[in-house]
């Protein structure tokens, strides 16, 4: 491509680029009152994580923060009921691990399902939706408990780390999308290619379902991080996930408001992380297509 054709398609991406961000004032107060209505519950657990209890409860409630929230969170790492920072911990290895192989397997199965042609796929993803149907949490809870007792895995992570290794809806996400995102002609153009199964995943797929792999990320780090009734059984008082180290974090004779917004508060900084994170893959990828439409 010539010079200034080369600069044509640029400019013709970027006047693109900012035609996709044009909106009218009508959508532009309804997602500013939906931005507002949204991040106001993490603004207000600020600004009780910041104040005293006498504050906290006082009428009218304080609608500015107030200056305790690094008293407050030393107060809640130094809990010796919750063990919060262990329990901290181990909700970062288990939602990263539990979400890494959700991710993965999801999208090979994703693949296979949509674009290749094996003996009882349709079955097998008919199964699959099946698994959804079946509430784990309340059918599964003693049959699972028995099987770790058996494992003799029972306050260790590995016992919520397990059942959470695959996710049915995420297959199924998945498989919707490859079969959208990606087709057919392109990944035989690849064999035709030379390319192997791995190779075509690797190279035709992972690139053009990211937007929908970040979607499945997203999803599956917060409901494993904010799981709370499973970890709550299998695991030990001294060795809990964070929510069980915030609800540890009640007081025995009443409710230390102000502790459990700071244990909140502090918690949410990984899940901001993490939506900032799969985020910009979304925004890039929905951006992407839309820049080549």
């Known amino acids: 491509m010539s010079a200034p054709a080369d600069a044509r398609a640029r400019r013709t991406k970027a006047a693109r680029r900012a035609d996709l961000w044009k909106a009218t004032p009508v959508t532009k107060i309804v997602l500013t009152v939906t931005l507002i209505v949204s991040a106001f519950p993490l603004y207000w657990m600020i600004v009780i994580a910041s104040r005293s209890n006498r504050e906290a409860t006082d009428i009218p409630p304080p609608f500015l923060p107030g200056g305790n929230l690094g008293q407050n969170i030393q107060r809640v790492l130094s809990n010796e009921d919750a063990h919060y920072l262990a329990g901290l911990t181990n909700s970062i290895i288990i939602a990263s691990t539990v979400t890494v192989s959700v991710v993965l397997i999801s999208t090979f199965a994703g693949f296979a399902f949509a674009r290749l042609r094996f003996k009882g796929s349709r079955v097998l993803l008919l199964l699959v939706l099946v698994t959804m149907m079946v509430p784990l949490q309340q059918m599964g809870l003693v049959p699972l408990y028995r099987m770790m007792v058996g494992l003799e895995w029972i306050g ?40 192997s199964t791995l190779r075509i995943w690797w190279n035709v797929i992972l690139p053009a379902v990211r937007p929908g792999m970040a979607v499945l990320g997203i999803n599956t780090f917060m409901l494993t991080w904010n799981d709370f009734l499973w970890p709550l059984i299998v695991l030990t008082p001294d060795n809990p996930t964070v929510q069980v180290a915030i609800n540890s974090l009640n007081a025995k004779y009443g409710t230390d408001y102000v502790l459990i917004f700071s244990g909140t508060a502090l918690s949410v900084v990984p899940l901001i992380v993490v939506f900032i994170a799969f985020g910009r893959q979304i925004i890039g990828g929905l951006m992407e297509g839309a820049v080549k439409a």
């Open 156 to 195: 260790t992570l590995k016992a919520v780390i397990l059942p959470y290794l695959f996710n049915g809806f995420g297959v199924f996400l998945m498989t919707q999308y490859t079969e959208q995102a990606v087709p057919n002609e392109l990944v035989e153009a690849a064999r035709v290619d030379g390319a």
